[in-house]
């Protein structure tokens, strides 16, 4: 008959490990020094974590301007004068 136990459960296993915390020995002035790591992300994913950061969209809001916008009723002059103001102070 054989001694090793069957392999049915976490129990199997635990019975062959040491029980207890275990401790790493002190570094010694021999011990290799380890480089750092160092991760780029791509401008797609540059891109997709700054989407992240946008508001929710305004379900409402983007429908009431359709609406608008298909009465013929959005573009006034005052609102289009705002649109490039706006888009001015962006590009600066």
Do not use: F
């Not at 459960?9 to 207890?20: C, F, M, R």
Request: aromatic residues 2%; hydrophobic residues 35%.
């Amino acid at each position: 008959m054989s001694d090793i136990a069957p392999l049915n459960g976490p129990s199997a296993a635990s019975s062959y490990l040491p029980s207890g915390r275990i401790e790493r020995p002190a570094a010694s002035s021999t011990d290799v020094s380890r480089g750092s790591d160092q991760i780029e992300l791509s401008d797609t994913a540059k891109i997709l974590a700054k989407m992240s950061d946008l508001p929710e969209v305004r379900e409402d809001l983007v429908a009431r301007i359709k609406a608008e916008i298909a009465e013929g009723k959005y573009e006034t002059p005052d609102k289009l004068d705002a649109a490039i103001e706006g888009l001015a102070q962006d590009l600066t």
